[in-house]
């Protein structure tokens, strides 16, 4: 009888974006990103010399601007 496998939960893509590539997943210019960052709702770590955006802290962001819009959805969807 073969065993059954757990499926993995999702991951995303990557972990980690760079800067340009937050603007394009948001849909924001790079003056509104850093004053996001600034204002720390938009968490972000640095590597180096390089300040990437976490995936998760992109999701809370986004989550963040929906709870301010009162949009309610669903989160399994």
């Known amino acids: 009888m073969p065993s059954e496998t757990p499926t993995p939960a999702a991951v995303p893509l990557r972990h980690?974006?760079?800067i340009p590539e937050a603007?394009?997943?948001l849909s924001?210019?790079?003056?509104?990103?850093y004053e996001q960052i600034r204002a720390g709702r938009l968490r972000t770590v640095?590597?180096?010399r390089a300040r990437?955006?976490?995936a998760l802290a992109i999701q809370q962001y986004v989550e963040l601007l929906m709870r301010e819009s009162g949009v309610e959805y669903d989160?399994?969807?």
């Open 16 to 18: 980690l974006y760079k």
């Open 23 to 25: 603007m394009r997943l």
């Open 28 to 33: 924001m210019s790079r003056s509104v990103i």
């Open 46 to 48: 640095n590597q180096g």
């Open 52 to 54: 990437l955006v976490p």
């Open 75 to 77: 989160q399994a969807s």
